[in-house]
């Protein structure tokens, strides 16, 4: 028998097709199959089921209806990114234009924290740089230049040369924008020349909540880059 099977391919795939009764003592047997394999049940024709039978295309149209939900919910997602990516890009062009107003350097941080809060409607905002950028022969205001303890403070929260948005506590939200009643956020970009980190623009909220990790960093980094320019370039 088994050297027939063998040589006769066509009757050893008519031996191994499935047996209908088979299937359907499995699936009698396993009522749960289906429950996982959404995909699978979805692709079955199956009938509407008689009087008092769980009817399985309506579990198909069930799932059906779920996915478009969840997909509509995906949609609208999308959208609000969208709108709110729009928003920030208007804020952000019309700061760069505030910026390019400027004819002093040492104008461009008050010009800066005045156009964030216009634009951006933000709390706080402040444009610093590090006692090692005192060097910069377009920066001769002192008020922008940090101490060298607040420098070390603020250079921690940096130290990896990347955007950051964060919950920091008083001193550090003081040592950033002035007087802070308390803990808070804020999102950082650094300020950076030659390869050398020389000082911050900073967005923050006295919401400790504002400006978590997840919240996108790419128009602050954009308008650190546009601030650094212009810091070379104007007289």
């Given at each position: 028998?088994?050297?027939?099977?063998?040589?006769?391919?066509?009757?050893?795939?008519?031996?191994?097709?499935?047996?209908?009764?088979?299937?359907?003592?499995?699936?009698?047997?396993?009522?749960?199959?289906?429950?996982?394999?959404?995909?699978?049940?979805?692709?079955?024709?199956?009938?509407?089921?008689?009087?008092?039978?769980?009817?399985?295309?309506?579990?198909?149209?069930?799932?059906?209806?779920?996915?478009?939900?969840?997909?509509?919910?995906?949609?609208?997602?999308?959208?609000?990114?969208?709108?709110?990516?729009?928003?920030?890009?208007?804020?952000?062009?019309?700061?760069?234009?505030?910026?390019?107003?400027?004819?002093?350097?040492?104008?461009?941080?008050?010009?800066?924290?005045?156009?964030?809060?216009?634009?951006?409607?933000?709390?706080?905002?402040?444009?610093?740089?590090?006692?090692?950028?005192?060097?910069?022969?377009?920066?001769?205001?002192?008020?922008?230049?940090?101490?060298?303890?607040?420098?070390?403070?603020?250079?921690?929260?940096?130290?990896?040369?990347?955007?950051?948005?964060?919950?920091?506590?008083?001193?550090?939200?003081?040592?950033?924008?002035?007087?802070?009643?308390?803990d808070g956020s804020a999102a950082l970009?650094?300020?950076?020349?030659?390869?050398?980190?020389?000082?911050?623009?900073?967005?923050?909220?006295?919401?400790?909540?504002?400006?978590?990790?997840?919240?996108?960093?790419?128009?602050?980094?954009?308008?650190?880059?546009?601030?650094?320019?212009?810091?070379?370039?104007?007289?």
């Open positions: 028998m088994t050297g027939e099977n063998a040589s006769n391919p066509s009757r050893k795939a008519e031996e191994g097709a499935l047996d209908p009764s088979a299937v359907e003592t499995f699936f009698r047997e396993n009522p749960a199959f289906f429950k996982h394999r959404p995909d699978l049940l979805m692709a079955l024709d199956l009938p509407h089921g008689g009087p008092g039978a769980v009817s399985l295309v309506e579990r198909q149209v069930n799932l059906l209806r779920e996915r478009n939900i969840e997909m509509r919910g995906r949609i609208a997602h999308i959208a609000d990114s969208a709108q709110n990516n729009d928003v920030l890009y208007k804020a952000t062009r019309d700061t760069v234009l505030d910026l390019l107003s400027c004819r002093d350097a040492n104008d461009v941080a008050s010009q800066f924290t005045s156009s964030l809060h216009r634009h951006f409607q933000v709390e706080l905002a402040a444009l610093l740089w590090f006692d090692n950028a005192s060097a910069l022969p377009t920066l001769t205001n002192d008020d922008n230049i940090l101490s060298a303890d607040r420098t070390a403070l603020v250079q921690a929260l940096i130290k990896g040369g990347s955007p950051l948005c964060a919950v920091l506590r008083q001193e550090e939200m003081t040592a950033l924008f002035g007087a802070a009643a308390a970009a650094p300020l950076v020349i030659d390869g050398n980190v020389v000082g911050l623009i900073a967005v923050g909220s006295s919401d400790p909540h504002r400006y978590e990790p997840t919240v996108d960093t790419l128009f602050l980094k954009h308008l650190a880059d546009v601030v650094v320019r212009l810091q070379c370039l104007v007289p």
